[in-house]
Nanobody, 110 residues
Framework: VQLVESGGGSVQSGGSLKLSCVAS????????MAWFRQAPGKEREWLSN???????IYADAVKGRFTIYRDNAKNTLYLQMNSLKWEDTAVYYC?????WGQGTQVTISS
């Protein structure tokens, strides 16, 4: 199983980024999926789940700003992040069928 994340970077507050997580070695369409993040000196924080039935839930910190979705044909999980804030600065991780991506750095400047 391999998960490869991309899309991180540096943007100004109020900007947007879209993270991608490409999966291989598993039956992507049958997986539950999630995004987490970890800021320096803090514990890993859950952000959002995307269930196999297509339903999604979000942490209060990102609700209304972030959107989780998937493309089964591309074996890819996404996280669209809008209205980014300084406090969104962290390493972002995808989780697919209990497997973790390597993380991608997101840095928001004020």
């Amino acid at each position: 199983v391999q998960l490869v994340e991309s899309g991180g970077g540096s943007v100004q507050s109020g900007g947007s980024l879209k993270l991608s997580c490409v999966a291989s070695g598993l039956i992507f369409s049958r997986c539950g999926m999630a995004w987490f993040r970890q800021a320096p000196g803090k514990e890993r924080e859950w952000l959002s789940n995307l269930n196999r039935d297509g339903t999604s839930i979000y942490a209060d910190a990102v609700k209304g700003r972030f959107t989780i979705y998937r493309d089964n044909a591309k074996n890819t999980l996404y996280l669209q992040m809008n209205s980014l804030k300084w406090e969104d600065t962290a390493v972002y991780y995808c989780k697919v069928c209990l497997n973790w991506g390597q993380g991608t750095q997101v840095t928001i400047s004020s």
